[in-house]
């Protein structure tokens, strides 16, 4: 369900969109001299947290599905400024469906006894000792979570724009 809300909002992303910055301090993507589209990102994390563009919030649903994906079923995360925001907001569609898509391959194949244990999620940094049904509920709501920033930031950069003139 909260994928086919995600749909909705894409239909009406554009690159311009994904970009807008709502307030001044905001977290966005930005490219590095290598061409890389890098996200700002802070640790401890500021007080109080900053507004995130529509390129961040997708980046940062790319950022978990491919760390927790990755290490439940690959061969370990890898580091989160390894992981880039694709660029376009057509291939970030691209990137996020497949990121879904490989997603529920992997939770498909698995047993109740599979989802009850914590072998996948040993050493996840932030699910470690927890059970997977749960680590892909919090993923779940974390997508759910940015889903509807998503969709609050894009009403609001559609209304800067008709204030705008533009």
Same mark, same amino acid.
């Given at each position: 369900?909260?994928?086919?809300?995600?749909?909705?909002?894409?239909?009406?992303?554009?690159?311009?969109?994904?970009?807008?910055?709502?307030?001044?301090?905001?977290?966005t993507v930005?490219?590095?001299?290598?061409?890389?589209?890098?996200?700002?990102?802070?640790?401890?994390e500021p007080?109080?947290?900053?507004?995130?563009?529509? #390129? *961040? +919030?997708?980046?940062?649903?790319?950022? %978990?599905? $491919?760390?927790? !994906?990755?290490?439940?079923?690959?061969?370990?995360?890898?580091?989160?400024?390894?992981?880039?925001?694709?660029?376009?907001?057509?291939?970030?569609? #691209? *990137? +996020?469906?497949?990121?879904?898509?490989? %997603?529920? $391959?992997?939770? !498909?194949?698995?047993?109740?006894?599979?989802?009850?244990?914590?072998?996948?999620?040993?050493?996840?940094?932030?699910?470690?000792?927890?059970?997977?049904?749960?680590?892909?509920?919090?993923?779940?709501?974390?997508?759910t979570k940015?889903?509807?920033?998503?969709?609050?930031?894009?009403?609001?950069?559609?209304?800067?724009?008709?204030?705008?003139?533009?």
């Amino acid at each position: 369900m909260c994928w086919a809300l995600f749909e909705y909002y894409l239909k009406d992303l554009d690159d311009r969109a994904c970009l807008w910055e709502p307030s001044p301090d905001c977290w966005t993507v930005r490219p590095d001299a290598e061409g890389d589209w890098v996200a700002d990102w802070q640790v401890p994390e500021p007080d109080p947290v900053p507004s995130t563009s529509i #390129a *961040w +919030l997708t980046w940062h649903i790319g950022f %978990w599905w $491919t760390t927790t !994906l990755t290490h439940c079923f690959g061969e370990g995360a890898p580091p989160r400024e390894s992981i880039h925001w694709p660029g376009t907001t057509e291939a970030t569609t #691209a *990137w +996020l469906s497949s990121l879904k898509d490989s %997603w529920r $391959t992997e939770l !498909l194949r698995l047993t109740d006894a599979d989802l009850d244990s914590k072998e996948r999620t040993a050493g996840l940094p932030w699910g470690d000792n927890i059970e997977l049904v749960h680590v892909a509920s919090w993923l779940n709501f974390e997508l759910t979570k940015n889903v509807a920033e998503i969709g609050l930031t894009q009403r609001a950069y559609g209304a800067s724009t008709r204030a705008a003139g533009g």
